[in-house]
């Protein structure tokens, strides 16, 4: 059974940080891309930030510099670390697994709530 667990979240005054952590069993996790997706209220879910199981990354302009997506394959868990949060930063942040081509999957996480105060 395939499990996508994040975990994190919580609530932050503007500029701090939160380190989100995202721990998937059941997958063969060192060759999946994982990526971090966003969801404010009224608004489509967004793509933060993601990585190839070669390590290359891909940030969303509004995160640039201040974000950094990392993995632990050896752990099956992937990390989503956030500075100088903002308050436009506040969403549900949620982990996606995947793999392209024979065999392909993508799973989801139930999400983990930030919140950012002025």
């Known amino acids: 059974q395939v499990q996508v667990v994040e975990s994190g979240g919580g609530l932050v005054q503007a500029g701090g940080s939160l380190r989100l952590s995202c721990a998937a069993s059941?997958?063969?996790?060192?060759?999946?891309?994982m990526g971090w997706y966003r969801q404010a209220p009224g608004k489509q879910r967004e793509l933060v930030a993601e990585i190839t199981s070669g390590g290359s990354t891909d940030y969303a302009g509004s995160v640039k510099g201040r974000f950094t997506i990392s993995r632990d394959n050896a752990k099956n868990t992937g990390y989503l670390q956030m500075n100088s949060l903002k308050p436009e930063d506040t969403a549900v942040y949620y982990c996606?697994?995947?793999?392209?081509?024979?065999?392909?999957?993508?799973?989801w996480g139930q999400g983990t709530q930030v919140t950012v105060s002025s």
């Open positions: 996606n697994v995947r793999k392209y081509g024979f065999g392909r999957y993508e799973y």
């Open positions: 059941g997958i063969i996790f060192s060759i999946s891309v």
